[in-house]
């Protein structure tokens, strides 16, 4: 039969009844035929609880020791990675409630190797024998996302949205026919629907664009996870967990992303909390950065004036890391109170793209610490309390016409 690949987000499995209503989908997806695989996040914000859980006992280990530091990356591996065991069983025993055999895997169970880095791991290689060998058995896989082992047999996560990655991996490794991704949104939009209210659906992507806005920022999937589908060709299929189960031949509203289609959006992002290296010279930071694998968006390197962003969403450890890297800043000065806002689409250099932003942000009162052009985003890093406002100037000025 042919494979089937779904992915559900966090707010998908947040409680026992939610739960339930993604069994109920994963159960009718079975019965038309298909050899399905379920890959899942944990549930709600148990991600951010522990932590948050975390980050207390470091801290009240600084209070009373000077030797103590942040929580180490491995051990919150090892702590982040129970999540989505616990919804992963929980999935598998609503299934088999509903006349359906089902097994559970955790990533490294389910041949998912990536990388030595911990926090934010890269896959390298999927093995899926085991559920090759389940599905064959006539069972339903439930897989943990988020998550897999390193070469080195440690357990490793794969930064924020990392299920996405999971889900896209094993579409290819298993040559699924398609990808479904589940979420609160029926797919993907112009802009995030909670700050744009008048955000336009869009029915089709290519990925090359969707690449650029999850780079940016964008929420609906992992920008890991596209890049695993432009490599691998895998269709991805974004849609709404609520929505009702559809019947044969019945359309379903969703956002359909793929190497094929070729089209011609504009869309705003958003990407929360971005530190920013500016100065005369920030040769000796990109250094060290590089020792430290710290992620980098927008670096721009000049004889006068230079500039890097960072991204702080996978760094759990940011206060040491900034301490790291501080000798080597010399004149250059680091803040970490921004935002970074994006218009992503074609031809948005050559139309006066960079103007308009300027236009539209003075207009709503923020005034960017810069800006910067690429083929297929221009974006501006705006104070951190100015983004949703920001991201709605744009879209007036960008997509709304």
């Known amino acids: ?90 999935l598998s025993i609503a299934i088999a409630g509903r006349g359906e055999e089902a097994i559970s895997f955790t990533g490294s169970q389910s041949g998912i190797l990536t990388n030595d880095r911990h926090f934010d791991a890269r896959i390298i290689e999927v093995r899926p024998h085991r559920i090759e060998d389940e599905l064959a058995r006539g069972k339903i896989v439930i897989v943990a996302g988020y998550q897999g082992m390193s070469y080195r ?49 869009l029915p089709e992507i290519d990925l090359a664009t969707l690449s650029e806005m999850s780079e940016a920022g964008a929420k609906v999937l992992n920008a890991q996870a596209v890049e695993w589908a432009r490599k691998s060709k895998v269709a991805l299929h974004a849609r709404k967990t609520s929505d009702p189960l559809a019947r044969a031949g019945e359309a379903v509203r969703e956002t359909v992303a793929s190497a094929e289609t ?3 959006v504009r869309a705003i992002v958003g990407l929360d909390r971005v530190a920013l290296v500016s100065g005369p010279s920030i040769e000796a930071f990109l250094g060290e950065a590089a020792r430290l694998e710290l992620p980098l968006l927008d670096v721009h390197v000049g004889p006068h004036a230079s500039l890097a962003t960072i991204p702080l969403l996978n760094l759990p450890d940011w206060t040491a890391r900034r ?22 689409g074609d031809g948005l250099l050559g139309s ?33 309390a100015s983004r949703e406002a920001a991201e709605r100037a744009l879209h007036a000025a960008f997509v709304a016409p």
């Open 323 to 344: 301490a790291e890297i501080a000798p080597a800043l010399g004149q250059a000065s680091l803040t970490h109170d921004h935002a970074l806002v994006s218009v992503v």
């Open 1 to 90: 039969m042919a494979v089937l690949v779904q992915k559900y987000g966090g707010s998908s499995v947040a409680d026992v009844e939610r739960i339930g209503k993604v069994a109920d989908r994963v159960v009718a997806a079975k019965r038309e035929g298909w050899d399905v695989v379920v890959v899942v996040s944990a549930m709600g914000k148990a991600t951010d609880e522990l932590l948050a859980l975390a980050a207390g006992v470091a801290e009240k280990a600084r209070a009373v020791s000077d030797r103590a530091k942040e929580a180490p990356r491995r051990e919150l591996d090892m702590l982040v990675s129970t999540g989505e065991r616990v919804t992963m069983s929980l």
């Open 153 to 201: 047999r440690e357990i490793t996560t794969l930064g924020r949205g990392g299920s996405d990655t999971t889900a896209v991996a094993l579409a290819a490794a298993l040559g699924a026919t398609r990808c479904e991704i589940y979420s609160d949104v029926d797919g993907v939009y112009s802009a995030d629907p909670r700050v744009c209210a008048d955000a336009r659906h």
């Open 262 to 264: 070729r089209t011609s």
């Open 352 to 384: 006066g793209g960079l103007a308009r932003m300027a236009e539209a942000l003075r207009g709503a009162g923020i005034a960017p610490a810069m800006r910067s052009g690429h083929a297929l985003r221009l974006s501006a890093l705006v104070p951190r």
